[in-house]
C-alpha cells in the first residue's frame, strides 16, 4: 500500500514517560514493548514498530546489585558510600533503577 502514517515517534535514545494517573502511559509503554513482535496484518497494531534492541527498565526494590557504577544518576550516598562500584544485596528502587539502565547501555541498547 501507498499511503501516508501519521502518528507520534519516539526518538532513539533514553526517553522518559511521566504523567499522572490513568493517563496513558501504561497503555503507551505496553504498545512499544509489543512493537518488537510481528503482527497480523491489518488488526491496527503493524503500526506501531519498536527497535529490536530496545528495552524497558523499571525499578526493583530488593534486587541485589554487584560491582555496577551508577554515578551517571546516583553520586551522593550517605557515609560517601561510592557508586562507581556499587553493590548491595538489597538495592533501593532507584539504585536498581539506574544499574538497570546502565546494564542496558552495556548490551547496547
Known amino acids: 500500500q501507498n499511503r501516508t502514517v501519521t502518528g507520534m515517534?519516539?526518538?532513539?535514545?533514553?526517553t522518559v514517560i511521566v504523567g499522572g494517573g490513568f493517563h496513558g502511559k501504561s497503555t503507551l509503554l505496553t504498545a512499544?514493548?509489543?512493537g518488537v513482535y510481528d503482527k497480523v496484518p491489518g488488526d491496527g497494531r503493524e503500526l506501531i514498530v519498536t527497535r529490536d534492541d530496545a528495552v524497558k527498565v523499571?525499578?526493583?526494590?530488593?534486587r541485589q546489585l554487584h560491582s555496577v557504577d551508577?554515578?551517571?544518576?546516583?553520586?551522593?550516598?550517605p557515609f560517601g558510600r561510592s557508586t562507581s562500584n556499587f553493590t548491595s544485596r538489597?538495592?533501593?528502587?532507584?539504585?536498581s533503577q539506574?544499574?538497570?539502565?546502565?546494564?542496558?547501555?552495556?548490551?547496547?541498547?
Open 9 to 14: 515517534g519516539i526518538r532513539d535514545g533514553v
Open 98 to 109: 539506574a544499574a538497570n539502565v546502565m546494564e542496558a547501555l552495556e548490551i547496547g541498547s
Open 32 to 34: 512499544v514493548q509489543l
Open 70 to 77: 551508577i554515578t551517571p544518576f546516583i553520586n551522593n550516598l
Open 58 to 62: 523499571r525499578a526493583e526494590d530488593g
Open 90 to 95: 538489597d538495592a533501593s528502587g532507584s539504585t
